[in-house]
């Protein structure tokens, strides 16, 4: 276990919109819930990527902020190495820049780092709306509850797995697939934002870097959980007040 967690946000200025940069605050808390120290690194447009980080995270943006957020990855000769090496969480502009390629607003494509063994069309219509998921492959992750708004497809290749399997929403566009993960490396089209809303997911990536992690019921966020499950699935919200008037009675 690092003495100190080393956070690195890439590009907050870029990208953090639809309120990602609570991802990084979510780590920070559920971490020194556990008595570990969490540093934040903010790295700027056009700053090579540091080594040191222990967990890196890219939020969304729009067209043209990954476009200028595309050409600084690409240009940083070291981002490809350090990305690879630590477990990193990639959300929607993020998710795409980390595939093969992406398209841009013109529907040109544009290169990505090939992190993630994923290709991103566009389409049709913007996918706007609550999204819920179930994972794939993760135990002891329930399922995810998240907020979508954008234009990316992600047609995955056969190195990459999806995150979950989506129950309401349109995530990656065709197949029912959300997300993808690859290695060391998580990526989403889920706002809300994904780790706040999911501290089940955000123990997970702390897990790959401090190990296993000390239980820890923060009763407000599962309530959030409750209630942003609620109100993707208006079913699920009736069968809870049916239950919770049987308990009443």
Not at 9 to 23: F, I, K, M, Q
Not at 107 to 114: E, F, K, V
Not at 156 to 161: D, S, T, V, Y
């Amino acid at each position: 276990m690092p003495d100190e967690l080393g956070i690195v946000h890439v590009y907050p200025e870029l990208l953090g919109t639809y309120g990602d940069r609570g991802n990084v605050l979510a780590l920070v808390h559920r971490a020194a819930a556990r008595g570990i120290t969490a540093r934040v690194i903010e790295v700027a447009l056009d700053t090579p990527l540091p080594r040191d980080g222990d967990l890196y995270l890219l939020g969304g943006g729009e067209d043209s902020a990954q476009l200028l957020a595309a050409r600084s990855l690409l240009a940083d000769d070291r981002a490809r190495s350090v990305l690879a090496e630590r477990p990193c969480l990639a959300v929607c502009a993020g998710f795409q820049l980390l595939a093969h390629r992406f398209e841009d607003a013109d529907g040109q494509p544009q290169p990505g780092l090939g992190l993630l063994d994923v290709t991103c069309g566009r389409l049709a219509r913007r996918a706007v709306g609550e999204i819920v998921t179930e994972p794939e492959d993760l135990p002891g992750v329930p399922t995810l509850t998240g907020y979508e708004n954008h234009r990316g497809t992600a047609v995955l290749g056969p190195r990459a797995r999806p995150l979950g399997r989506v129950v309401t929403g349109v995530g990656n566009g065709r197949d029912g697939w959300e997300g993808a993960r690859q290695g060391h490396t998580f990526a989403t089209y889920l706002h809300g934002p994904v780790l706040v809303r999911n501290p089940a997911l955000t123990d997970l990536l702390l897990s790959r870097v401090v190990g296993e992690l000390a239980p820890f019921d923060d009763t407000d966020v599962e309530r959030l959980r409750d209630e942003r499950l609620d109100a993707a699935d208006p079913r699920r919200h009736r069968a809870r007040r049916a239950l919770l008037g049987h308990w009443a009675a």
